[in-house]
């Protein structure tokens, strides 16, 4: 087969000339038809909307009028039968039947009358439609409420209940005798129903001396307008409410009663506090808008869009001549209106879409009619330039067309014994092709097995190696926390922690290198404060310039940003090597470090950035033309012989990978015998934030701690290896902790439920069940969802960091243990405060030595005897702990108890104990 590549046309093709503009014509015209039904549509709803919400308003407001004009008619009523000797309010019994007339005449909830004295005389209207007489009298007892039942004649029939109850504190009496003239009320509880809300309409009563005689009063009740409010039925979801001006609601139309009942008590409930969300929405909406319920003066109305649906508002202010003044809002949602009008929009598209569907097709079959024979002949062009030259090319009916078609068919012809000689040729050069990419494939597999083998030793041996230094390190720090060693044997003990850290060094720095060989070093850049790392890594290296006696000097600059985004460690990395090896070369002199800024507002990032100079100086032994070219490759070393000794070799070279990838270049200028100056800039991020997830650092002389304050945790270490745990437990135990073995992850589990550790460390490869396994059985457990956990583990390779935190530890502790790093994380985790040698809290405990040891009592001393007995030193420990938590007292017993046992003297402790059991 041959094969040709066409040149891309820029020409249009003939059927897409005949389509498209047709397709485009119906389409505008479709789209017009929808866009113009959907703006008609959503200009019907605006206009229904406007007209309902008036006409619910209209309705409100006329009920209102129509309602609460009714306790001042008979109010009015009651002042007239007065006048005209019809009614006598000193007759409590003819008073309450001619209030109990009324009330079936009249739909209000009370009618009452009271006198300066206290005496009261009213009708009340039962849920059920009955009524009741309530009277207070001299004739009975004042400020005592006698409740009776009537019958069909308004006669008292049976008396049900007598309650303390005093009208003058009532808010309907006080509030008209307070003004002096016919007013409402507060809205206010009732006394005996504290669940029922009135308002009340209120006369006062004068006598010509203009003596107040009492105070006539009509009362309405809320849930009455309620009923009204509910009854309006407008849309599916439309609502109405009223308000006070101090955004106390009245009434509403939903079943959400307008107070609360806290401890048996009623009180109003504010439209700020309801639980209707378009009630509250609308109400926040308009104190942001007006600033308060008082500023709305005149009708408002607009829209609103509440958890994503519109809603059209009417707020109206109704005030009456004795005081009243309260908003009416009505809220109808867009949706009660839209869903007929969607359903005619849908049909209108499904209408559109078909006619433009059909159109289309309309138009592709006449261009298809039309284009049809130059296709065939197109078509069988493509065919022979796309290598198929046998192809013969036949059409009739059109001359022109068969003569074009007999002149490809001779230059097929041809084409073809031109290619077939190529084709030979290409079968030729396909076949050596073959062969060597097959040499190739089979070197590089060859290289990828070499590169994942050496990884997997390199990993191997890390871990390997790892394992012995964790209880090499480990111990070395143990003892240079024992003062008691002398100067010679704290130097001993020095130099084997140096030694094992220098090793521990080597192993870090031979697993940069296969990192960045295998391409799986990367960077985790985080926000951190930049002006304190700058000065940590300065204090670092100014102790070991000023052990060499040499002048270490440093400049920021002070544009430099306080925040930044980066990956710390590494930077820290690279810049600790190139001051360390200026110091390292530098016998007599100075070293210098300075930070600049280059240029700023530099965009490369989502943040604006600086370009900041790194630059280290010195004045030592320099670098000669030809050891310069060669200083950046690994192993590679300068200077005498006993300073190569010192290093590795690995330091500049991974250095100059992790500026690299940092996006930046390391620069070096060096003079033999002066001295060498390195420089690299970067472009680093001006944050403004910054939220730190680094682990604190324990304070200088983390090797001094003592103890901590509080109660004692519980550590439990999880590790099949006995070396390992034994440097934590040693490192734990002395400063208070009490520390829980276990040996795989199985056994991890049943520990940590048996003792409820405060903070677990483990393993991560076990034998039985792993650490990764015991951490997800923990987590699933409810116990231990808080529970601390960190992983320590010798394989240190980001791939077991992230394995871990994915399983659901907190964090991860790298072997070698290191003391500072223990002790800083469970600081953080446990929220502790260090006790520190020499401080005045430790001073306090080594004097409460010297004071008199406090004995506990005889039953608190037994198991402890027996563990001294059977010389089960964790049983000793044990009660140790649990006798010190008992109470600070016996800190001389348990101290001295503790010091016989770090001496192993166990008969001691039982001499000491036996006078004390008796």
Not at 109 to 132: M, Q, T
Not at 458 to 468: D, F, K, Q
Not at 800 to 810: F, V, W
Request: aromatic share 10%.
């Amino acid at each position: 087969m041959k094969h040709f590549s066409l040149l891309p046309s820029s020409k249009l093709p003939l059927r897409l000339i005949l389509v498209v503009p047709f397709v485009l014509q119906i389409f505008a015209a479709v789209s017009l038809v929808g866009y113009l039904s959907f703006r008609n549509g959503q200009k019907a709803v605006n206009n229904l909307a406007d007209q309902l919400t008036t006409k619910v308003n209209g309705l409100v407001e006329q009920h209102l009028n129509t309602y609460l004009a009714t306790p001042h008619q008979v109010n009015q009523i009651n002042l007239a039968a007065i006048n005209l000797g019809i009614l006598n309010l000193q007759d409590y019994q003819v008073a309450s039947r001619y209030f109990w007339k009324q009330m079936r005449v009249f739909k209000i909830g009370y009618i009452s009358f009271a006198n300066p004295k206290g005496e009261f005389i009213g009708v009340e209207r039962l849920d059920n439609g009955g009524l009741l007489i309530n009277e207070v009298s001299e004739k009975n007892s004042l400020g005592k409420l006698y409740v009776y039942t009537t019958d069909n004649q308004g006669n008292r029939d049976q008396l049900t209940a007598i309650k303390d109850y005093d009208p003058r504190v009532e808010a309907w009496y006080a509030d008209a005798v307070k003004m002096g003239r016919p007013v409402w009320s507060q809205i206010y509880q009732w006394e005996d129903k504290p669940e029922i809300f009135s308002i009340s309409s209120s006369y006062p009563l004068y006598d010509d001396s203009k003596n107040i005689v009492g105070v006539l009063s009509v009362d309405l009740l809320l849930t009455q307008i309620s009923d009204f409010l509910k009854n309006l039925k407008f849309g599916k979801q439309g609502k109405v409410f009223l308000l006070e001006r101090s955004g106390l609601i009245v009434a509403s139309s939903t079943n959400e009663n307008p107070y609360n009942v806290i401890y048996g008590k009623a009180h109003r409930l504010s439209v700020f506090n309801s639980k209707n969300h378009l009630i509250k929405g609308i109400a926040d909406y308009l104190q942001q808008e007006f600033g308060g319920f008082q500023k709305i003066q005149n009708p408002q109305q607009f829209t609103l869009k509440l958890q994503g649906e519109r809603q059209f508002v009417k707020v109206t202010p109704w005030q009456d001549k004795l005081g009243l003044d309260w908003l009416v809002i009505v809220i109808v949602p867009e949706t009660d209106f839209m869903a007929e009008i969607d359903a005619n929009n849908n049909t209108t598209i499904v209408l559109c879409v078909g006619a433009l569907v059909v159109a289309t097709v309309l138009g592709i079959y006449t261009a298809r009619w039309i284009t049809q024979p130059i296709l065939d002949l197109t078509q069988a062009s493509s065919a022979i330039a796309s290598g198929n030259l046998d192809q013969t090319v036949e059409i009739s009916g059109v001359k022109e067309i068969s003569i074009l078609a007999q002149s490809f068919n001779k230059m097929a012809g041809q084409l073809n014994d031109f290619f077939m000689a190529l084709e030979n040729t290409n079968q030729e050069l396909e076949e050596r092709v073959e062969s060597r990419t097959k040499e190739l494939k089979t070197a590089k597999e060859a290289a990828d097995t070499a590169n994942q083998a050496k990884s997997e030793f390199i990993a191997n041996i890390s871990h390997e190696l790892r394992t012995p230094l964790n209880g090499i390190l480990g111990y070395a720090q143990i003892l240079q926390r024992d003062i008691t060693d002398n100067p010679a044997q704290q130097n001993a003990i020095k130099t084997i922690y140096h030694c094992g850290s220098h090793l521990l060094m080597l192993i870090n720095d031979i697993l940069d290198i296969a990192k960045i060989e295998s391409k799986k070093l990367e960077l985790y850049p985080h926000t951190f404060n930049f002006h304190e790392f700058l000065v940590g890594v300065y204090d670092i290296c100014r102790i070991k310039a000023e052990q060499k006696n040499l002048i270490f000097s440093y400049h920021i600059s002070e544009l430099i940003p306080t925040l930044t985004k980066a990956d710390e460690k590494r930077l820290r990395q690279v810049l600790l090597n190139l001051l360390g090896n200026a110091i390292k070369f530098t016998d007599n002199g100075a070293v210098k470090f300075s930070v600049e800024v280059v240029e700023t507002d530099v965009m490369t990032t989502d943040y604006p950035c600086s370009t900041i100079r790194f630059q280290v100086e010195d004045t030592g032994v320099g670098i000669s033309l030809e050891e310069l070219q060669k200083i950046f490759l690994p192993f590679e070393q300068v200077g005498d012989s006993y300073q190569k000794a010192e290093g590795t070799g690995l330091g500049l070279a991974i250095s100059c990978q992790i500026v690299g990838m940092m996006g930046s270049q390391i620069q070096v200028e060096s003079h033999y015998g002066q001295g060498s100056k390195f420089w690299f800039d970067l472009d680093l991020p001006k944050v403004k934030d910054c939220v730190s997830s680094v682990v604190p650092h324990l304070d200088k002389g983390s090797n001094h701690i003592i103890r901590y304050k509080g109660n004692q945790k519980t550590i439990l270490v999880v590790d099949d290896v006995a070396d390992n745990r034994a440097v934590i437990i040693s490192l734990l135990t002395p400063i208070g902790f009490y520390v829980i073995e276990a040996l795989n992850g199985k056994e991890g589990i049943t520990k940590a439920q048996k003792y409820q550790p405060d903070l677990i460390i483990t393993d991560l490869g076990m034998p039985i069940m792993d650490g990764v396994q015991m951490t997800q059985n923990l987590r699933n457990l409810p116990e231990f969802a808080e529970t601390v956990i960190i992983a320590s583990s010798a394989s240190v390779f980001t791939l077991n960091r992230i394995q871990s935190l994915e399983a659901g530890c907190n964090d991860f502790l790298p072997k070698p243990v290191q003391a500072e790093e223990l002790f800083a994380q469970l600081k953080l985790y446990l929220n502790l405060d260090w006790i520190y040698e020499g401080s005045q809290l430790s001073t306090e405990m080594a004097d409460n030595v010297d004071q008199e040891m406090i004995f506990p009592p005889a039953t608190e001393l037994v198991n402890l005897y027996q563990a001294a007995k059977a010389g089960y030193v964790m049983g000793i420990q044990e009660e140790i702990n649990r006798i010190q938590n008992l109470d600070n007292k016996y800190v001389n017993f348990t101290n001295k108890i503790s010091q016989l046992i770090e001496d192993f003297e166990d008969e001691a402790i039982v001499e000491i104990l036996k006078p004390y059991l008796n």
